[in-house]
């Protein structure tokens, strides 16, 4: 099978999940091609190991572009015109409908969540989309005013958000199939674009995130952007509330900064008695001997469409404690690998506490987690199932 596989991704959970789906499809088989514009983050987990070429087309601000950008799009980073951004899909578009490619496997936009390039394919193909534009729950908005920003940042963001979100139903409008991460996420599509999809689940890399047999040491470990919606307030004090005794530090993971939200995190764990620690862009390695020592993988995202986290945590045998929410509940099994807790810190401190506190228990759930990672969560099964959802796109576009 010949796959072009286009992406517009930042570092991050969802570049992580494509690298391990096109190491797994190259090693099926599949012949790839790999079309990003210069804006995609290829310096993370770079596909070119896995295809036979990689083509990025540059994405420039014209003077056309600009004006075009201040009438019907925005500038949503800097002097970026989604004008010259879509002009640079459709480049991209015209190249993958020459070539002799069955299909395409397109992947999420960093600024337009769906991207431009399905406007203008012509060939089957299957849009992975991890998530919808969120910017409608009440939620996030709320959680947004955790920081302080200026009314002129205020306004601009107020301007974006209903633009993108046009820009965002209107691609995923062309997508021929759409493939979802978890059953969550497929009903978040189908409330968001009115468009059905198949659940495509996603898998961890078990020869990097494997256990690692060394000692545990007090800490319990959570991974994410610093982010409000990625719920370290709640954590922190929830892990405020275990009694000093036995009262982990935490360390936090992140492949960004944001510096102002870090400072509120800080200042929270001071006020809450928690030692905690946040490392930025750590290795690999690092972070899968991280995973090996924790005590627990302590997860609280805000409606988390899916989480490699806890997935990740529990291939290297570390039980999860996580908030009840979102694709968490179709990856941990409750009390089997780990405890799901509702919304509230003391239940959540809770969970920790007993964990921590049973010896056996926590062993028992270690191996369990091992088990039930290798029987359907490996990238290579990912990616068998992927080619599965391919193949039937195939047959019917």
Request: net charge neutral.
């Amino acid at each position: 099978m010949r796959v072009a596989i286009f992406h517009n991704l930042p570092s991050g959970g969802a570049k992580r999940a494509l690298w391990g789906n096109v190491r797994y499809l190259s090693a099926a088989g599949c012949s790839i091609d790999v079309f990003v514009p210069s804006t995609a983050d290829e310096d993370f987990l770079p596909l070119r190991q896995f295809a036979n070429s990689v083509t990025v087309i540059p994405v420039h601000p014209t003077p056309f572009g600009l004006a075009k950008s201040a009438i019907k799009h925005l500038f949503p980073r800097g002097l970026l015109s989604l004008a010259d951004l879509e002009e640079a899909q459709k480049r991209i578009a015209d190249t993958i409908n020459m070539g002799e490619y069955d299909i395409a496997f397109i992947e999420q936009d960093r600024y337009t969540m769906s991207p431009f390039i399905l406007k203008y394919l012509t060939l089957p193909h299957v849009y992975f989309c991890q998530q919808p534009r969120r910017s409608n729950e009440a939620i996030l908005k709320i959680l947004g005013k955790t920081i302080d920003i200026n009314l002129i940042e205020r306004a601009w963001t107020g301007y974006c958000i209903p633009r993108l979100d046009s820009i965002d139903k209107e691609n995923a409008s062309h997508a021929k199939m759409i493939l979802s991460n978890s059953c969550f996420s497929s009903e978040a599509i189908l409330r968001a674009y009115g468009k059905n999809s198949f659940v495509s689940y996603l898998g961890v890399d078990t020869e990097l995130f494997r256990p690692l047999k060394l000692e545990r040491e007090p800490y319990v470990l959570s991974v994410g952007s610093i982010v409000p919606e990625k719920g370290f307030d709640f954590i922190i004090r929830g892990i405020g509330l275990v009694d000093k005794r036995i009262r982990p530090s935490l360390i936090i993971v992140s492949n960004s900064n944001r510096p102002v939200y870090r400072d509120y995190l800080m200042r929270l764990a001071a006020e809450n008695g928690v030692n905690i620690e946040i490392k930025i862009l750590i290795s690999d390695l690092e972070l899968a001997r991280l995973y090996s020592k924790a005590q627990l993988c302590v997860y609280a995202s805000y409606l988390e469409p899916f989480g490699l986290v806890p997935l990740e945590a529990m291939a290297c045998g570390t039980p999860v404690v996580a908030v009840r929410e979102g694709g968490v509940r179709e990856s941990v099994v409750h009390n089997v690998c780990g405890l799901l807790t509702d919304r509230d810190e003391r239940k959540f401190a809770e969970a920790v506490s007993q964990l921590l506190q049973d010896n056996e228990k926590h062993q028992h759930m270690s191996c369990k987690a091992i088990d039930i990672v290798s029987n359907f969560w490996t990238c290579e099964q990912a990616a068998q199932r992927l080619i599965q959802h391919m193949r039937y796109s195939i047959k019917m576009q």
